[in-house]
C-alpha cells in the first residue's frame, strides 16, 4: 500500500510530531479514508503530552473525511464519498452494544478507537472500523464545516444535556463553556430548559453562550461558583448542573447548588482523585444523582444532528475561530488548541 505520514504522539509523555508509517489496509467491514477537514481538540494535546498513550500513534478524532476503499462487507458506502467522522467508532457487536453501552463496547472506553487502537484523522489514511454503522454521508445543506463538528463537540456536548434529564422549565447551570459547553447550553435550550446560567471566562465564549441560549453568565474568577448561583437565583437551588470543564472540585461545588432530585451529567475528563463534601452532598441522601458519559457516536446518532442542523436548529459553526489549510498545518491547529496564551481561540479547523 506504500507509506503515509501524519501528526501524532512518538513517545508518550516525552515527544509527539511527525510520523511515517504504512498505509494500512481494510478489513471486511472497514472503510480507508483520508482527511477533508479536521480539527484538533484539547483530547489530542492531554493524549500527547500528559497521558500514556499509544507510541507512534498518529492523534485525531473529529473530522470529515473522504472514503478512499472499503472492504468486501460494506454495503452502504461507496469510494468517494464524503463522510462525517464520529469521535467514538465502536464494532457494533457484542454484549455492550445490547446493553445500551455503545461506547464501552469491548471494555472501558471500548468504542473509541480513533488514535487509540487505530491511527486518527491527522493521517494522509485512517480506517474506520465496522464503516458502515459509523460513518455519515454529508447531506445537502449541511456545510462541510458543521458535519467536522458533529462528532464530537455537537455529540459531547448534547450527551451533557441528555445525562442531565432536563425538563421544560428547568435551571440548568452549565459549568465551562468551552466547546464543549457551548454544545451543553444548546442542548440544554433545544431540551427545553427555562434558565440556563453559563459559568465562564474568556469573553467570546460567554457571547457565544447567550447566543447558544443562556439566560445568566457567570465568571468563575469572580467568586465561589455556587454563592454566585445562589445569589442570581434569590437562594433557589437549581435542577441540573452540566459539568463541561474547570477543577475538579466542581463535582462538590455542584452538589451545594444542586436541588433534592436534581442531577449532575459530568462530561469533563478528571483525571485527579477529588472529593465530594458530605454537607455539599447532603450526606448523599438528597436524592441528587452524578452520572457521567462519554459522547455517543455512531452513523444514527450524526445522521440524527446533522438533521438538527439542517433544520436550523443550531449553528456550530459559530465555535471555529481559526481556519488554515493545508495538511501540514494540522501541527499549527495542534499547538493552538495546546497554548493557554492565545484565549480566542474556541476551535481551529484544517482543510485539506
Not at 469510494?79 to 463496547?105: K, N
Not at 458535519?147 to 442531565?164: I, K, P, R, Y
Not at 452540566?242 to 436534581?262: D, F, H, N, Q, T
Request: proline letters at 5%; a negative charge.
Amino acid at each position: 500500500m506504500g507509506t503515509m505520514k501524519g501528526y501524532g504522539v512518538i513517545e508518550p509523555t516525552v515527544s509527539h510530531g511527525w510520523i511515517e508509517k504504512e498505509i494500512p489496509d481494510v478489513g471486511p467491514f472497514e472503510a480507508l479514508c483520508s482527511p477533508v477537514a479536521v480539527l484538533p481538540c484539547t483530547s489530542d494535546v492531554h493524549n500527547a503530552k500528559y497521558r500514556k498513550a499509544y507510541p507512534n500513534r498518529i492523534l485525531g478524532h473529529e473530522g470529515v473525511g473522504r472514503v478512499e476503499k472499503v472492504g468486501e462487507y460494506v454495503k452502504d458506502l461507496n469510494v468517494g464519498d464524503v463522510v462525517a467522522i464520529p469521535a467514538v467508532t465502536p464494532i457494533w457487536r457484542g454484549r455492550e452494544i445490547q446493553e445500551g453501552l455503545h461506547e464501552h463496547a469491548g471494555g472501558f472506553l471500548g468504542g473509541r478507537y480513533l488514535s487509540s487502537k487505530l491511527d486518527g484523522t491527522f493521517g494522509e489514511y485512517f480506517i474506520i472500523p465496522d464503516a458502515d454503522m459509523n460513518l455519515a454521508p454529508v447531506p445537502d445543506g449541511v456545510s462541510l464545516e458543521a458535519a467536522a463538528l458533529v462528532g464530537d463537540m455537537v455529540t459531547t456536548g448534547f450527551s451533557g444535556a441528555e445525562g442531565a434529564n432536563i425538563q421544560y422549565g428547568d435551571t440548568v447551570v452549565v459549568a465551562g463553556i468551552g466547546p464543549v459547553g457551548l454544545m451543553s447550553v444548546a442542548g440544554a435550550a433545544l431540551h427545553g430548559a427555562g434558565r440556563i446560567i453559563a459559568i465562564g471566562h474568556r469573553q467570546n465564549t460567554k457571547e457565544l453562550a447567550k447566543e447558544y441560549g443562556a439566560t445568566d453568565i457567570l465568571d468563575y474568577n469572580d467568586g465561589s461558583i455556587p454563592e454566585q448561583v445562589l445569589e442570581v437565583t434569590g437562594g433557589k437551588k437549581v435542577d441540573r448542573v452540566i459539568v463541561a470543564g474547570g477543577k475538579p472540585s466542581i463535582i462538590s461545588e455542584s452538589y451545594r447548588m444542586l436541588k433534592c432530585g436534581g442531577t449532575i451529567s459530568n462530561i469533563a475528563g478528571f483525571f485527579d482523585d477529588f472529593h465530594i463534601s458530605v454537607a455539599d452532598s447532603g450526606t448523599l441522601v438528597a436524592h441528587q444523582t452524578l452520572t457521567g458519559r462519554l459522547c455517543a457516536g455512531g452513523r444514527l446518532r450524526l445522521e440524527k444532528l446533522m438533521e438538527v442542523i439542517r433544520a436550523g436548529r443550531v449553528d456550530p459553526t459559530l465555535l471555529i475561530t481559526h481556519k488554515l489549510y493545508g495538511f501540514e498545518k494540522i501541527e499549527d491547529g495542534f499547538d493552538l488548541m495546546g497554548d493557554m496564551r492565545t484565549p480566542e481561540v474556541i476551535k481551529p479547523i484544517v482543510y485539506i
